[in-house]
């Protein structure tokens, strides 16, 4: 059964970090790209980030530099590290293969607020 569990979500100030970490036990990690994305309110689920079957991360303009992807195939969990956060990255954060499965996990929030 495919699952997704992430958590290491909170709030926090402006200028601060936070580690995101996705355990996903129920698919054959190594075959898989794996990805964060992020859904803000009102507003529609969209990548964050990504890293590969060998380990090579890509992220999109908005987090470049202050995000750091990585995975640990032995474990089967997916991290993201989160620097300089700003009040625009406030949002749930979710893990998933990508391309991405239909099913999702719950999810952890982001928030960041003075």
């Known amino acids: 059964q495919v699952q997704f569990v992430e958590s290491g979500g909170g709030l926090v100030q402006p200028g601060g970090s936070l580690t995101l970490t996705c355990a996903a036990p129920?698919?054959?990690?190594?075959?898989?790209?794996m990805a964060w994305y992020h859904q803000a309110p009102g507003k529609e689920r969209e990548l964050v980030a990504t890293?590969?079957?060998?380990?090579?991360?890509s992220y999109t303009d908005s987090v470049e530099g202050r995000f750091i992807i990585s995975r640990d195939s032995a474990q089967n969990t997916v991290y993201l590290q989160m620097y300089s956060l700003k009040p625009e990255d406030t949002a749930a954060y979710y893990c998933?293969?990508?391309?991405?499965?239909?099913?999702w996990g719950q999810g952890t929030q982001v928030t960041v607020s003075a």
């Open positions: 890293i590969d079957i060998a380990g090579t991360p």
């Open positions: 998933n293969t990508f391309p991405n499965f239909d099913a």
């Open positions: 129920g698919i054959s990690f190594g075959l898989y790209a």
